[in-house]
């Protein structure tokens, strides 16, 4: 039995490419005492792993050369050292790219199938879904009525950020970039509008049109100049929640951009970076909510799936450039 | 007896001169009722009229071509239509700038000279005391033991914002233009440290070697280059008060600056903007704190004195331009 695992084989500078990863070969790990041995059966890419490829200073240290990348997953037990899991049961955490993870049992999730299909657990049940759910509910405090603005809103974050808004009563106004993604956020997810910011590239006249009241929430998770242009358009004492910045992660040199803190005096406005890492203590909180709508039918998520760890890679790089709707995700083993 | 009136005579484009202001001769203005009709005393100069003398979108109207400048002032009254105020007395408003100034008596608040001497109504005492309260304890909710910087510390505001931060047990760190005004604040005003951001034009080193533990608050006056500097340096977090960004009041065209808002992610830190007049129902609140502290000797303030409702122009473009050190007052008429 061997184990496969995608290190780090360099560091890019500007976009990564396939070859910035490599897979080895080793043995299974060992375990030690209150340790847990699984098989992943589902990895989640996300944008936050684009920063751990870096070294350059940020609030999580960089993975090594070398080093497996880190990643969230749900496995299998395989066999445990530690009283709360056992043999067959499902659980979630850093499992990393690879086929055999040990983890400290304590820093394992147990998972519900009966609750949710295992891949759910790492979108709208996982990291994702309690990104959108603290970033809206802590940092930007909605109220019914509202006009609530979400970029990269067709992905695993920006879907579900969408659609807790809507069940808060507020005015959703989603940014994709795809036609397909536009029909699925005003469709399916039921977005009051939607616009796809690469055909439609005059963001200050589609943002006057969609939210001719003004912008009250803003939840980014882009950055760049779609950021630029709903900040023209905030109302006073409007909520703007950082979340993430993908258009600047691939950037070789920082990008320079128009200095709007003057609009946060004349709209005594409130831009705020959030880490859901910072809202572990409210979890189940999180998950109460976030599965109990989703149990309503009030949530609906759609997953990206590739095949194999070995294109764990390709997918990361796809997400990337956007082409996912919905969580992306690997499989790396089927489920039984 | 006339009313000498500065009028807005045109809106500057980038820094405006003293050509944008004219002087005309009216008669006194004539009482409605509840009106009160004050002679001027003291007229203060303040970095927000900048915004009222241009016709872009704010918080507040701008002032028309041919209409009396707006601007606080202290005043004596001469003649009263309401219960509140009796001839003689001596009450703060916006007087505007002109020698006689008749306003809703609703609008006028009591002056107390024992309390303080008159033109400390219109510093410590009035909107900029206020608003480095408001701004600091509401916005930047600052803890002992934390690093303070403020941005413009030797202007009205920030003089007073860098003073309640060390009551309240920070270190604290000014920035501002001139080593007379850094001599100050290190000198009588107790700040832990201070820089001439004139002469010392590497922000970053000046702020790595003053702020070796990083930045937990910012209280920012001026915006631009030097804010930039700040944010890479805040600790997670941090909270960023934006009170003024006097540095591009008089851009002629809007400034390009490097894209900071991934930086709010890793340190999880918030921005906001906020006005003094969203704390009208607090003032009681601030003035009894900053009164307090005036008295126990722990506020102290310097004013910068132009003589003449005619200079008035010349004082508020030499405060535009960094010329005071603490408030800077036009003295319109003597006390008595």
Redesign the interface.
């Known amino acids: 039995m061997t184990n496969r695992q995608i290190v780090l084989a360099a560091r890019p500078a500007g976009w990564p490419k396939e070859s910035d990863f490599r897979m080895i070969e080793t043995l299974p790990p060992t375990m030690g005492p209150g340790q847990v041995l699984t098989r992943s059966l589902w990895l989640s890419v996300d944008p936050y792993m684009r920063g751990r490829m870096s070294d350059a200073?940020?609030?999580a240290a960089p993975v090594r050369i070398g080093d497996v990348m880190v990643g969230g997953g749900v496995g299998r037990v395989e066999e445990s050292n530690h009283d709360r899991f056992r043999p067959g049961d499902y659980v979630t955490g850093l499992l990393g790219w690879q086929d055999y993870a040990v983890s400290p049992g304590d820093q394992l999730r147990a998972v519900d199938p009966a609750l949710a299909p295992l891949s759910a657990w790492l979108g709208v049940l996982g990291g994702p879904g309690l990104t959108a759910y603290f970033g809206l509910i802590d940092v930007c405090h909605p109220k019914a009525g509202e006009t609530v603005v979400v970029s990269g809103a067709a992905g695993a974050v920006g879907s579900i950020t969408g659609q807790i808004a809507r069940i808060l009563g507020c005015r959703v106004i989603g940014i994709a970039g795809a036609d397909a993604k536009i029909a699925w956020l005003t469709g399916e997810l039921g977005f009051d509008a939607a616009f796809n910011y690469k055909t439609n590239t005059d963001y200050d006249a589609a943002l006057k049109q969609l939210c001719p009241g003004g912008i009250d929430v803003y939840f980014?998770n882009v950055?760049?100049p779609i950021?630029d242009a709903v900040l023209r358009r905030i109302n006073?004492h409007a909520r703007i929640a950082?979340?993430?910045?993908i258009s600047?992660?691939n950037l070789e040199k920082?990008?320079?951009?128009?200095?709007w803190?003057?609009?946060?005096?004349?709209?005594?406005?409130?831009?705020?970076?959030?880490?859901v890492l910072?809202y572990v203590p409210r979890f189940r909180e999180g998950l109460e909510k976030l599965g109990g709508w989703l149990q309503e039918g009030k949530l609906k998520y759609r997953e990206s799936i590739v095949e194999g760890l070995e294109n764990a890679p390709r997918a990361f790089l796809g997400m990337l450039r956007g082409e996912n709707t919905g969580k992306q995700l690997v499989r790396i083993a089927p489920e039984s």
């Not at 920082?254 to 200095?259: A, I, L, Q, S, V």
């Not at 803190?261 to 880490?275: D, N, S």
């Open positions: 200073p940020s609030y980014d950055g760049g950021t006073v950082i979340c993430g910045q600047l992660y920082p990008e320079m951009g128009p200095r803190l003057p609009t946060l005096i004349i709209k005594r406005a409130k831009v705020e970076g959030f880490l910072d």
